[in-house]
Antibody, heavy 122, light 110 residues
Framework: QVQLVESGGGVVQPGGSLRLSCAAS????????MHWVRQAPGKGLEWVAF????????YYADSVKGRFTISRDNSKNTLYLQMNSLRAEDTAVYYC???????????????WGQGTMVTVSS | QSVLTQPPSVSGAPGQRVTISCTGS?????????VHWYQQLPGTAPKLLIY???NRPSGVPDRFSGSKSGTSASLAITGLQAEDEADYYC??????????FGGGTKLTVL
């Protein structure tokens, strides 16, 4: 079935780095744009980044621009988020989500992963 | 402060109808961009509830409906049920921020 599974979360010190992965299955990964969305404890959803189906264009929230990098490997059906210079305010559950792709992105996010927790603390 | 404004909470008794508003501006909803709605049950990932302002994905009950007018959108839930108790988020494209979410609305079924 259609599925997204995140991994790579954990506890990291301020200023540290972490790379999240999102393994896709059940759909043609290389045909869809993908997003990362995060949710701080007890807070709402915050969009983080988007990458087009072929990796040709990337967009970032101002809060992570210059520190986070979204990428993908279509041969491995995997999405990544490289997070550098991490701050306490980056503590959140990170979800990957599939863009529904019915029109020029961004569209609705029709498939979500279960999320992976990132805690930035000394 | 979210770009899209939602009421923090709404409530209703079983069987009643509730609506959740989502107010934007001329750089997002008011510019004609689609609004999408998500339901997040406690402890779970968000789930797409309404896409393209008023369309329901397969499997979403017709008790859920969406509409859009001007710089605002609304989610309506009729025949409220206990399992509808969740957080609801609106989302749209914004010409400055690319993707924006509302702050979320907690629905309590009394």
């Amino acid at each position: 079935q259609v599925q997204l599974v995140e991994s790579g979360g954990g506890v990291v010190q301020p200023g540290g780095s972490l790379r999240l992965s999102c393994a896709a299955s059940g759909f043609t990964f290389s045909s869809y744009g993908m997003h990362w969305v995060r949710q701080a404890p007890g807070k709402g959803l915050e969009w983080v980044a988007f990458i087009r189906y072929d990796g040709s264009n990337k967009y970032y929230a101002d809060s992570v621009k210059g520190r986070f990098t979204i990428s993908r490997d279509n041969s491995k059906n995997t999405l990544y988020l490289q997070m550098n210079s991490l701050r306490a305010e980056d503590t959140a559950v990170y979800y990957c989500a599939k863009d529904s792709g019915v029109a020029a992105p961004p569209n609705a996010f029709d498939i979500w992963g279960q999320g992976t927790m990132v805690t930035v603390s000394s | 402060q979210s770009v899209l404004t939602q009421p923090p909470s709404v409530s209703g008794a079983p069987g009643q109808r509730v609506t959740i508003s989502c107010t934007g501006s001329s750089s997002n909803i008011g510019a004609g961009y689609d609004v999408h709605w998500y339901q997040q049950l406690p402890g779970t990932a968000p789930k797409l509830l309404i896409y393209g302002n008023s369309n329901r994905p397969s499997g979403v009950p017709d008790r859920f409906s969406g509409s859009k007018s001007g710089t605002s959108a609304s989610l309506a839930i009729t025949g409220l049920q206990a399992e509808d108790e969740a957080d609801y988020y609106c989302q749209s494209y914004d010409s400055s921020s690319f993707v924006v979410f509302g702050g979320g609305t907690k629905l309590t079924v009394l």
